[in-house]
């Protein structure tokens, strides 16, 4: 069955560094997606994209954060300086025509 | 402004027991409800989703959902809990351009413990 993978699994990382974050999306979808869960509260999306550029983005994606399909199967998440407060589980997800989004086993960001 | 509610943080329910998972929703329209499930160190799995048509949803697990228009409400149900049940229950709505891109908004989760 295709799923969506995310690497690494965990990712630790130093204050003001920058981290970038991969997901390799099931080959047919279309639409892509970055969420993160923060320990002990609810999945927030962060961002979708679609036909190579932001389609939708909330208010938590600020410029420290980008998104890119630098080819034809990852799709990244960047962010640029790190803070503490950025310490997530991060998911990828993405969907098709039609479709449910399906979701990554998640990229455990510790930010020390 | 969009929202969803699950009002229990934490439920403890007895194997074999049955249970119900609350689930309210705040939207202009009716949404595309979801439930998925995150066991630890787990990604999200879909349980099941209702998008049209028939009020009570068939998911997998034996998982079922009934959505109810009139309270804004997309409950889980289960006849009989398994110990592997124990896990964290997320409920989601989106707008039905989901099925173009549109995005999930996820209730706070409700942490569900199985005793024997």
């Known amino acids: 069955e295709p799923e969506v993978t995310q690497t690494p699994s965990h990712q630790v990382t130093q204050m003001g560094q920058e981290v970038i974050l991969r997901c390799v999306p099931i080959?047919?979808?279309?639409?892509f997606y970055w969420y993160r869960q923060i320990l002990g509260q609810k999945v927030e999306f962060l961002v979708s994209?679609?036909?190579?550029?932001?389609?939708?983005k909330s208010e938590i994606f600020d410029d420290q954060f980008s998104v890119e399909r630098p080819d034809g199967s990852n799709f990244t998440l960047k962010i640029r300086s790190t803070k503490l407060e950025d310490s997530a589980m991060y998911f990828c997800?993405?969907?098709?025509?039609?479709?449910?989004?399906?979701f990554g086993q998640g990229t455990r960001l510790t930010v020390v | 402004a969009q929202s969803v509610t699950q009002p229990d943080i934490h439920i403890t329910v007895s194997e074999g027991a049955s249970l119900e998972l609350r689930c309210n929703y705040s939207y202009g329209a009716t949404p595309y409800l979801f439930w998925y499930v995150q066991s630890p160190g787990q990604g999200l799995q879909l349980l099941l989703k209702y998008f049209s048509g028939d009020t009570l949803v068939q998911g997998i697990k034996g998982f079922e959902a009934e959505f109810k228009r009139s309270q804004s409400s997309f409950n889980l149900r289960k006849p009989s809990v398994h110990w592997s049940d124990a896990a964290e229950y997320f409920c989601?709505?989106?707008?039905?351009?989901?099925?173009?891109?549109?995005?999930?908004?996820f209730g706070q989760g409700t942490e569900l413990s199985v005793k024997p």
């Open positions: 997800a993405s969907s098709g025509l039609n479709t449910e989004a399906f």
């Open positions: 989601a709505v989106a707008l039905p351009i989901y099925n173009q891109g549109g995005k999930l908004i």
């Open positions: 994209f679609y036909n190579n550029e932001i389609s939708e």
């Open positions: 080959s047919n979808h279309l639409y």
